[in-house]
């Protein structure tokens, strides 16, 4: 008599299993959001299944008309990478799209990593043939890499693996109510080789309930502190941290009872993510809840100054999908016109940058990419960097955070009011370094250092002893 398989965790991910080996079928159902542990030797349909004529409509195999969304989330028994290899792929690009993600899909969502939720999501695609513009929700996906792509041949790769600590990968599929196609057939492998489990079997949740709410406060450049909400079935948890991105199961874990942890002996200038598990007892854990992510102080900050970002839309209808994506000491900050927050034609933007730390510029494009054109300036006001129209996509810009000890003033807050025959008001906006400035002037289009110069203390001054007219 075989029996059950124990409940295994890996990523957060809780699986269990029947010890059956061999070649497995996963096929889901048209139009339903569903997860499947899979292994070695599985393969992966459309919910038409195996087969099917793109010359005959509702041919055997064909996908149907349904006119609907389907998201299926394929997910390693043991968390390790999955990968997905097509052997068959036929879809009427024309109206359906498949758009696949790397990611698990744990709040069972029909979009899953929407862009129009965030569209730094989008680096989660590895493969979208969407246009866009709203067959089927396809607008969650913006205009993909593949828009128009329907065969296996023009596919730009036929296989895909999941770098998730998860080890899953998320399909989502939307076939219209117009023409139906023979869809897809996958082989199924993972990085450790473990069997495929048999036909559609469900990635069950655990018994034990997750605590809740994860909080990280009070950071330093050594430490961090740690609340949660309790579990209603347990008051001992395992907390797991490690760097950012780290694979759970590898990170550091301490047990703790209570719902407040503080994290010592941690690196400066470090980005950390942090999961917090109920532990129920017999090896009975919760899905984890995390990651909380921070990153730590420094111990002593290098230099820091403000950087400037004008995004500009000749339409002026919003960058359509498009956003420029700015990296900070490892922090990420998407930037984008959308005609909600802003004009749709104009915005400026600064933000802080270190002495000697990478400054980098990622832009992913959308539509209209005639319209989008932006300039990157430094403390100084000086432009460094500008793209567009028709900007490069990818990383654009990398370079080293530069901050001047005396950083010079802002010419856009430089304002002149009070004008007489004779005299004039001038004041700026602090650099934030220093409170005493020189303020020259002279007849228009005269060289810097041959003016009359006044020294100042504070952020404006008094010009007298003009010329008239």
Do not use: K
């Not at 028994?77 to 799209?97: E, H, N, P, Q, Y």
């Not at 196609?181 to 993972?190: F, H, K, R, T």
């Not at 941690?266 to 129920?280: A, F, K, R, S, W």
Request: net charge negative; charged share 15%; with cysteine.
């Amino acid at each position: 008599m075989r029996s059950l398989a124990h409940l295994s965790v890996w990523a957060g991910l809780f699986l269990l299993l029947l010890p059956v080996s061999g070649t497995g079928q996963v096929t889901p159902s048209e139009g339903l959001v569903e997860c499947f542990a899979v292994g070695q030797g599985g393969v992966f349909v459309d919910f038409g299944g195996l087969g099917g004529n793109a010359s005959v409509e509702g041919a055997p195999g064909n996908y149907l008309n349904c006119d609907c969304v389907t998201t299926t989330t394929l997910c390693s028994t043991d968390g390790t990478a999955l990968t997905v290899d097509f052997t068959a792929f036929t879809i009427f690009a024309a109206f359906d799209w498949l758009v696949i993600l790397d990611a698990p899909n744990l709040m069972e969502e029909v979009y899953p990593l929407s862009i129009m939720d965030d569209p730094a999501n989008a680096a989660f695609q590895l493969f979208n043939d969407a246009d866009g513009v709203g067959d089927g929700g396809s607008e969650n996906y913006g205009p993909g890499a593949e828009n128009g792509i329907g065969t296996l041949g023009t596919m730009p790769t036929n296989t895909f693996t999941s770098t998730n600590p998860a080890g899953c990968l998320t399909f989502v599929f939307r076939a219209s109510g117009v023409v139906d196609d023979p869809g897809w057939e996958a082989d199924l492998s993972v990085a450790s080789g473990a069997p495929h489990p048999g036909d559609n079997q469900l990635c069950n949740p655990p018994s034990c309930p997750s605590p809740e709410d994860l909080f990280v406060f009070d950071v330093t450049a050594e430490g961090a502190s740690l609340s949660w909400s309790p579990s209603d079935s347990t008051d001992t948890y395992i907390v797991e941290y490690g760097p950012a991105g780290f694979t759970l199961g590898t990170g550091t874990q301490i047990m703790v009872t209570g719902t407040e942890l503080m994290l010592t002996d941690l690196l400066e200038n470090t980005q950390y993510e942090v999961y917090v598990y109920g532990d129920c007892g017999s090896g009975d854990l919760s899905f984890p809840d995390g990651p909380a992510a921070f990153q730590t102080d420094f111990i002593n900050p290098p230099p820091t100054c403000i950087y400037t970002l004008d995004l500009y839309d000749s339409f002026g209808d919003g960058w359509n999908g498009s956003f420029l994506g700015v990296t900070v000491n490892g922090t990420t900050t998407t930037y984008t016109l959308n005609n909600i927050n802003d004009d749709g034609e104009f915005a400026s933007f600064t933000f802080p940058v270190f002495e000697g730390l990478p400054v980098v510029l990622e832009y992913t494009a959308g539509s209209f990419q005639n319209e989008v054109t932006y300039f990157l300036y430094d403390s100084d006001g000086f432009e460094i960097f500008s793209d567009g129209p028709f900007p490069s996509t990818g990383e654009v810009y990398n370079e080293l955070g530069f901050c001047p000890a005396c950083p010079a003033i802002n010419p856009n807050s430089i304002v002149i009011t009070g004008v007489t025959a004779e005299s004039a008001i001038v004041a700026w906006t602090t650099n934030g370094v220093t409170s005493n400035y020189i303020v020259e002037y002279g007849p228009a289009g005269f060289t810097p250092g041959t003016g009359t110069q006044i020294p100042v203390t504070g952020t404006d001054a008094l010009i007298d002893g003009l010329s008239e007219n």
